[in-house]
């Protein structure tokens, strides 16, 4: 439907102001990103941090989705090829009191006595266990299911707002028979991950690989045309973003402890802006660089 450019303004002001307390975006946890991002993950659209494995994708997300149960109200993280016991082991190394390595290598120590309401730090855990954060890691999941719990768990009667969707990681819901087209099947779960993003004003955060011809350039950054799709992602996704660690390749390096987010596309900003934050690979954290 044609609709006259006067309305179509008028309709953005009245968004604006329905929105003027929430704002148009949501706050990522790290500032210089926040500000590289014009305040945050914005609202309504699909955001996609695409890199190789072992970067720190998944830590990010994860790191993102408490930023906002913390301080924003509800999200739902789609897990498809990480149990919610797994994430939970992960996050809980990082509330232990001690020094010997994190949790479980505190509670196999010979020498330490300690169980595990001594290691834990209970106030942390206190106020870890009680954010609004529902973790599905169903291995089987796809794009149509998702919709569907998204949907069903705002129709519930306890269900609150939800502020943010994240999916780590797209190609596990991407599974396709021999025969079958990458890029169609990626533009089908892409598709369907805008349409939550636009129904519920909400940011939706998807993690996804990178191809190997990336590590065949001198410099391996992922590039825009690296990301897995066949350039399914990069057509329907309003902000991509790439997620690089010199560490990784090249552990000598002077940059140990940072990682490089650069923008690839960006249709509400500038692209090509890299942000430079610390990684704490131990503590399972980035935060802001210093």
């Known amino acids: 439907m ?4 006067g309305e179509v303004v008028d309709q953005a002001i009245d968004y604006l102001k329905t929105n003027e307390q929430d704002g148009l975006t949501v706050p990522t946890g790290l500032l210089d990103l926040n500000r590289a991002l014009r305040g945050g993950l914005r609202r309504g659209v699909v955001t996609v941090l695409a890199g190789r494995p072992c970067l720190g994708k998944s830590i990010f997300a994860w790191q993102l989705a408490e930023h906002v149960a913390r301080t924003q109200g509800a999200v739902l993280y789609f897990s498809p090829s990480m149990s919610g016991y797994d994430l ?6 990082t509330l232990c009191l ?8 505190t509670l196999t120590a010979a020498m330490s006595g300690i169980g595990v309401a001594e ?6 855990l206190v106020s870890f266990r009680a954010l609004p954060l529902l973790v599905d890691d169903d291995p089987t999941l796809s794009h149509d299911t998702l919709s569907e719990r998204v949907l069903e768990y705002r129709r ?10 994240v999916l780590d990681d797209l190609e596990n819901i991407c599974a396709y028979d021999v025969g079958d087209d990458e890029y169609v099947t990626a533009r089908q779960a892409m598709e369907a991950l805008a349409k939550i993003a636009r129904d519920l004003d909400i940011p939706v955060f998807v993690t996804t690989g990178v191809t190997r011809r990336a590590e065949d350039r001198p410099h391996p950054s992922p590039v825009l045309a690296d990301v897995w799709g066949g350039g399914a992602v990069e057509q329907v996704a309003k902000l991509v973003m790439g997620l690089y660690r010199e560490e990784y390749y090249h552990p000598g ?11 690839l596309k960006n249709a509400f900003g500038p692209a090509h802006v890299t942000c430079t934050v610390n990684f704490d690979a131990e503590g399972r954290a980035f935060a802001d660089f210093c």
């Open 2 to 5: 044609l609709t006259p450019l």
């Open 88 to 93: 939970a082991l992960s996050r809980l190394d």
């Open 98 to 105: 001690t020094n010997h390595g994190g949790l479980l290598a």
């Open 119 to 124: 290691a834990l730090d209970r106030e942390k």
């Open 156 to 165: 519930g009667p306890t269900g609150e707002a939800v502020r943010l969707v």
């Open 253 to 263: 390096t002077a940059d140990k402890g940072t990682a490089k987010m650069e923008i």
